[in-house]
């Protein structure tokens, strides 16, 4: 029998803004980190794949693929990487983020303030693009093991793209991580089931979660802004990256929307959803 979907009484509008602004407060003071799902960058219309049914899609129009692969996005780069080669993969990723993403106004928000950390769950580079000349930050990003004989989830990048060590990484006042890699600088692509196999045997016991972004989560929240958790891998991510931080967390949502496999990890978590339609949302953040 199936669980039965949990019921919530979200806040009406003018309490959600209130919490919202709270939030935002506290980010600004380093209290609270903001995760940023593709939804944010959607909005600019950018000529790139901005979710996980528009790259399968794109991958789709791109090789012939078997039913079964079709409309998954993991499950399509897995049936190029087993039939061509994970060369092909990693070259039709990088065609699918080749036109440049401009920031938003919301990236180039965050980029000005002295976050400890920025979670950019999607590939395109336009986070890394908004720090313009700043040069205190730096990015570590989930890379594929496939194929590169190192015992290696991750790999460090200087403000300038040039590839660094953990020991640069703590000195930097803000670390932008994206979890499932990036166009850029070097593009790196978490994106077949194979890649997540070997993550996803070893999440749970956080070893894919690098070390600073560990210490840099203790004691915080996490504010979620244009994320879906209607695929299992993405509430899986969410739900580790967060893993021992802070007991609250807040997530944007459109509750119209929501799927009953969201609405139960929002309640399994213990998410704070906060019905404020994005855009909205977006300038309360970068008012507060």
Not at 136 to 152: K, L, M, N, P, V
Request: aromatic share 8%; glycine share 6%; charged share 20%.
């Amino acid at each position: 029998m199936n669980a039965p979907v949990p019921q919530i009484d979200f806040a009406n509008l003018a309490d959600a803004e209130a919490i919202l602004s709270d939030v935002v407060a506290r980010m600004r003071a380093g209290a609270v980190i903001p995760y940023l799902g593709p939804g944010v960058t959607e909005l600019a219309a950018p000529a790139v794949p901005m979710n996980p049914e528009a790259l399968a899609a794109f991958l789709g129009a791109k090789v012939a693929l078997p039913r079964r692969a079709r409309g998954n996005a993991w499950a399509a780069a897995q049936h190029i990487e087993s039939t061509r080669h994970r060369a092909t993969v990693t070259a039709l990723m990088a065609e699918a983020f080749a036109t440049p993403v401009v920031p938003t106004a919301l990236q180039r928000h965050l980029a000005t303030l002295p976050l400890p950390l920025i979670v950019d769950s999607w590939y395109d580079g336009a986070m890394r693009s908004a720090f313009g000349e700043r040069r205190d930050w730096g990015e570590i990003q989930g890379i594929t093991r496939a194929g590169i004989g190192e015992d290696r989830w991750y790999r460090f990048y200087d403000a300038a793209g040039q590839e660094a060590d953990r020991a640069e990484a703590k000195s930097w006042t803000t670390i932008l991580y994206k979890p499932h890699g990036s166009v850029a600088p070097v593009k790196n692509f978490l994106i077949t089931d194979a890649d997540y196999v070997e993550v996803l045997t070893e999440i749970d016991i956080q070893t894919p979660i690098p070390d600073e972004v560990k210490a840099r989560r203790t004691g915080r929240s996490f504010l979620f802004l244009g994320c879906r958790f209607n695929d299992q891998l993405l509430r899986t991510y969410a739900r580790q990256v967060s893993k021992r931080s802070a007991e609250s967390h807040y997530a944007v949502i459109e509750p119209d929307a929501l799927s009953k496999n969201e609405l139960r990890f929002l309640v399994s978590q213990g998410l704070t959803p906060l019905a404020i339609p994005l855009p909205r949302a977006i300038e309360i953040v970068q008012a507060g």
